[in-house]
């Protein structure tokens, strides 16, 4: 089992923290799939600091989310610490995160995100000073490095672990890489054997399979899921369930698939209201879609769905048409 600091998982699969997609709605769902730890999606320091209220809202933590990892994202010491001072003191989070691998401009311009890539020692001294000012344990995501010339994986590792950071997250992809290309899974298993803390891979896992590949290849202590559990929670069910015991368990129908995502969305509505939860859901709706015979003349009236109960009247009526297409066969 997997352990990080005093907080022991029930296993290695972990959902990875997504901007715009890992509120409490979606990782609730996500959990009762069974992930060994859910992560919230980065929040302000600044936004923590000045008690800003969307940023507030963002610290919602459902208790049955429970173990949860809240990431910040800052680049300056002074706020980075003040904020992670108030998720200590004020949050029923477990985790502390610091946000080291974010590649978008407006991040990456106030020196936060993939910047600190850049600077070991302002990794180290940033660290350390997040962990000197909170009880809970502080682990680091990050990216390999900013460029092809600037990988600095291994080297940035040692300074998390110096600091007292207690694991790191490590998607195998440079800053300039974006989402594009292979992520290379050769730099964690380095990271791995520089380290004692956990390390933990992320990037290009897109089924059970490549999990264990990652976990074979590279030695990492947990594997870190992202884009591949978007409207697909049974990604970490069915990866938690072949580590454990090397069975594939079959993917959803379409009934199933439907049901959870009117979940979800119900969720986001007692989160966020309807008017905002229902445009909200509609990215995530077309996630669920994904794999459902003839969802394609679906997907405009999707978009078009402005309340609850158009959007559920879609959803359903692709699940009757799903159910003509492949009638169910009762046995017995």
């Not at 009762?32 to 507030?56: H, P, R, W, Y």
């Not at 001072?85 to 311009?109: E, L, Q, R, Y």
């Not at 079959?250 to 229902?278: F, Q």
């Amino acid at each position: 089992m997997l352990k990080i600091g005093d907080i022991q998982l029930d296993n290695r699969v972990i959902l990875a923290p997504m901007a715009g997609v890992c509120n409490s709605a979606f990782r609730l769902t996500v959990k009762e799939f069974g992930a060994g730890l859910v992560c919230a999606e980065m929040v302000s320091d600044k936004g923590i600091v000045l008690q800003n209220a969307k940023t507030m809202n963002m610290l919602y933590i459902d208790e049955r989310e429970y173990p949860l990892s809240l990431q910040i994202f800052g680049g300056e010491k002074e706020t980075l610490v003040e904020a992670a001072k108030f998720v200590d003191k004020h949050s029923n989070a477990a985790i502390i995160d610091i946000n080291m691998g974010c590649p978008v401009p407006k991040i990456t311009k106030c020196d936060a995100g993939a910047k600190w890539l850049l600077d070991p020692n302002k990794i180290y001294e940033m660290v350390a000073a997040v962990v000197d000012a909170v009880d809970k344990p502080v682990t680091v995501k990050m990216r390999m490095g900013w460029d092809e010339d600037h990988i600095y994986a291994v080297e940035n590792a040692r300074m998390i672990e110096r600091a007292g950071g207690q694991a790191v997250s490590l998607h195998g992809r440079t800053r300039v890489q974006m989402y594009e290309g292979e992520a290379n899974w050769d730099i964690i298993r380095e990271v791995k054997q520089s380290v004692g803390i956990p390390v933990i891979g992320n990037g290009d896992v897109q089924t059970p399979q490549d999990a264990k590949r990652m976990l074979d290849e590279t030695g990492a202590d947990g594997v870190m899921i992202g884009r591949a559990a978007l409207g697909n929670p049974w990604m970490i069910y069915r990866t938690v369930k072949y580590l454990e015991t090397g069975q594939l368990i079959d993917e959803p129908g379409a009934r199933e698939k439907i049901d959870v995502c009117k979940l979800h969305l119900d969720r986001l509505i007692n989160l966020k209201g309807e008017h905002v939860a229902v445009r909200e859901m509609r990215k995530h709706a077309a996630w669920y879609l994904k794999g459902i015979r003839g969802n394609g003349k679906f997907r405009n009236a999707v978009n078009e769905s402005n309340t609850r109960h158009d959007l559920v009247a879609v959803l359903d009526g692709l699940v009757e048409q799903a159910e003509e297409l492949e009638p169910v066969i009762s046995v017995g």
